[in-house]
């Protein structure tokens, strides 16, 4: 059975960091397209970086500032966001799914969703 756990999120000032990790079980990274999506109040969810065995992308809006990466000992997929806005501010889902020839970014993309956790950018 495939399972996502989110840690890691919480209440930020603008310009601080935090580190969101993914536990995954059920499945091995090895084969698993895995990343990260966000959902502000009142708008659609939105891919922020996604991961394959040969592919990275990240939303335009997180270039330079955001890092996804994995541990295949661990079994768990991390999101580094640095220099974070008040923009920034959503409900966190980790994403897997098998992977593909192209690396997916559509939410439609992915069929397995951890709970969501919850990142505040605020001062």
């Known amino acids: 059975q495939v399972q996502l756990v989110e840690s890691g999120g919480g209440l930020v000032q603008p310009g601080g960091s935090l580190r969101l990790s993914c536990a995954a079980s059920?499945?091995?990274?090895?084969?698993?397209?895995l990343g990260w999506f966000r959902q502000a109040p009142g708008k659609e969810r939105e891919a922020v970086a996604c991961i394959s065995s040969s592919d990275r992308y990240y939303a335009d809006a997180v270039k330079g500032r955001f890092t996804i990466s994995r541990d295949y000992r661990k079994n768990t997929v991390y999101l580094q966001m640095n220099s974070l806005k008040p923009e920034d501010t959503a409900v966190y889902y980790c994403?897997?799914?098998?992977?593909?020839?192209?690396?997916?970014?559509?939410?439609?993309?992915?069929?397995?969703w951890g709970q969501g956790t919850q990142v505040t950018v605020s001062s």
């Open positions: 994403v897997a799914d098998r992977d593909k020839p192209n690396l997916p970014v559509g939410r439609n993309d992915y069929q397995f």
């Open positions: 059920g499945f091995s990274l090895d084969y698993y397209a």
